[in-house]
């Protein structure tokens, strides 16, 4: 597990950091980006209105942090690969999820072949990721279904007990309006092994001589994700 | 329209091609993008010694990775061989006013359909050039200039153009005989208008019941680009979705395989005011249509750069297997995600861009050692696997580090910031982003990796304040590695920790912040309103601000406009015009072309000859005093 203590954290207070993969179905958004924030809970950022149903998938893959307080004492620091999962990208996968703590695999509640998309993902990442691996399956675009409901394709049922045959977290969330988001990230964090966090480092890649802080002076302001 | 003066009153010096290669190289290169190819860090000669494009400093460059030769823009040697056919098969095809064009095989971009068009009361889209036959007293005088040439300093350049105003008779457009130019109409044509061609044309609803509505959009706007497969499979289109226009596509695609049948290959044809080009790569159809008055070979430009950025996001060898297995393959499924950058890459065409016009580079105007301590600062966070490293300034170079057996390509710069810059997907995500990315210009047969991230050069920036493009700074860190991104990360870290502590990220902020001189800041009291000036050694340009004359969208059109037509006439193939002067309703304008650089100025159409060359002349020694702070020059840049 890569969670570690944070240095500065308050006497008393939990902070754990984890690395989180999103692996979208290409052209679905849950994680959004675009503006500067603070570090704020997921819920707050995914109120403003930035969700643009237009907005092209990631290009490549974006690295994010986020931070959520799960109550008083407790901050969760996710550090998240943002990537839409496209297949000319697909050898770069591993790099992404090798050593996550925990994925998020988003499917299109509209799209029949999107749940096809993210069963492979699912089984690639028990089969080749971290074997204590958190995953959670999120079915977007659930307020395109709200407004109306003929364009499901998915339906819940389905997905729920796959996601129960296979071992994960299930929500059907909106990334437009924020439905779920924030449960869905603080189911995850619930399911981390919070109290092992340690200052253990699991990043492969050397760094020398070289302070890695996420908030470093002169990057682009505070936390990063929107998500 | 454009008037222009008589042939005879031609302000315009032609040589004749025999004699011309041994003192100046050919003014437009056949391979525009070989002439790219010269490394921009390449030392620039001091001006008169070597004119030649110059070989890098450290001698021979070492042969750069396999290129295809599909990157040669400009495949003349076919295309005039089969030029009479496409003029025969055209008139077959159509009885309609449509002019085919074989540009290379004529000499001249219009001539074919000049001749054609003008016994048929067609709007001349003729350049008098290629009509007028050279006369023996403008001979003399493109030899004098000639000779003058060899020495730019100011003084001769005076005298350059003290003979060349003196011969040249100076006689009022309107009083001889008049050809029409073709104009970008934007006297008429407001904002709002033209932010019009940007606007998706919508979608069809269920019953199609908005069909012709959504039709009358899509044929409303004033350019289109498409790209479909040999097989006729459309890939991408800028306007209009699939099942709108798939009737339309048909027609292309059966006016492009009418020809391939008699193994010809159509490059463009002219309906009424729109020009069709053709370029077929590989697997590949791109077409541009456009009503924009702008060239052919202009038009080819930007469909090579949309086929640069296809193998950019799939790589050449992926491109051809993927067509290899089946020729019927559908590619907006491997091109997924990759259509915001096709579009804000045509987007930027319609827009105009210098950039893109000149196949140059503009860099942030720094002074030496300011561009001299971020250069160090760079080079001492190197990473070591680090294969390029840029700080981009809002589609403007500040720094690079390169290695040394390596140059970059505009090309690929161009879709790197396009990438960066223009298309939201990067900016948008937040972050910092990893993308894998081929640069077909470096090596079309594989991907690198690119890390990017933006600057906050501003402290506390409003959360609902979006920072304008041409304000934002990304560091742009590229690797073979696709592991690296940590390491990039870190680099970046370091990077900016020491332009923090050496103030160079204060230098950047106030540089941008004081933006580009206006022409009046150059030369007090100019009648110029603009200029372009390209430094041909370091295949870099410089600019004036666009305020307070171009600020609005279309008029800056109007701008790019006058540059295409200007600039398409001082390159048309088999012309050799050093100093150009073309007067029309808006504005007139002056092109001058020498070895070491090409100037094109922008003044009030009624602006005095001699005042527009005196201040043109003005503007180039100011750019050669101020070279070091405006271009990335040789030695700036040092070596990995």
Redesign the interface.
Known sequence: MASRAAAGARPGAKFAQFKLVLLEFAGVEICQGGKQSSEEEVTDQLDQDQFDDYRESTIGAAFLTQTISLDESTTVKFEIWDTAGQERYKSLAPMYYRNANCAVVVYDITQASSLDKAKSWVKELQRQANENIVIALAGNKLDLVTESPDKRAIQTADAEAYAREAGLLFFETSAKSATNVRELFTAIAKKLPLDQAGPRNLRTAPRPGVDLRPEAPGTQGAGVCNC | MIQCPAPSDRVQKRTPIAGMTTLLPDPQSDEPLDENLTPWSASSPPHGESRDRSPSPEGPRPPLPPRPNTLSLLNDETASRTANLQCEATTAVSRGEIGTQSPEAAGSVYSTLAVRGLSRGLKARASLSHLASPRGSEAGDSASIRSSIQNSDPGDVEALFKDFVATAPVDQPGTASLLHFPEFPADDVDDDEFMGEFE?VGELDEDAGNEELLLQRWKSRQKHYMILSAAGKPIWTRHGDGGLISTYVGVVQTIISFYEDSNDHLRSFTAGDTKFVIMTRGPLHLVAISRMMESDDQLRLQLEAFYMQILS??TLP?LAHLFSVRPSTDLK??L??????LSSLADSFTRGSPSTLLSALECLKLRKVHRQSINNALLKSKASSLLYGLVVAGGRLVSVVRPKKHSLHPGDLQLLFN?VFE???????????????CLPGFNSSGYLY?YV????LRGD?D??E?ISKDESVAIVLISPD??????M???R??F??Q??KNGS?KVIASAIDQGRPATTDIVPGTVLHHFLYKSRPNVQFTMSSYSPEFTSISRRRRLMSVYNNIHSSVHAKNTHVKVHHCVSRSASSFAWVTPVFELYCVAEPNANRNALVQSASKVAQWVQQEEERLFIIGGAVRII
């Open positions: 998706p996001t799939l992926s499924r491997p997924q995600g990759s259509e915001t950058l990438m298309a939201d997907g990067v900016k948008a995500g937040g972050g910092e982003s990893w993308i894998p990315v690119m991230s933006f600057l906050d920036i959360e609902n979006d696709k592991e690296s991104f940590f390491e990360q870190g680099m870290h370091s900016v920790e332009m923090e990220l």
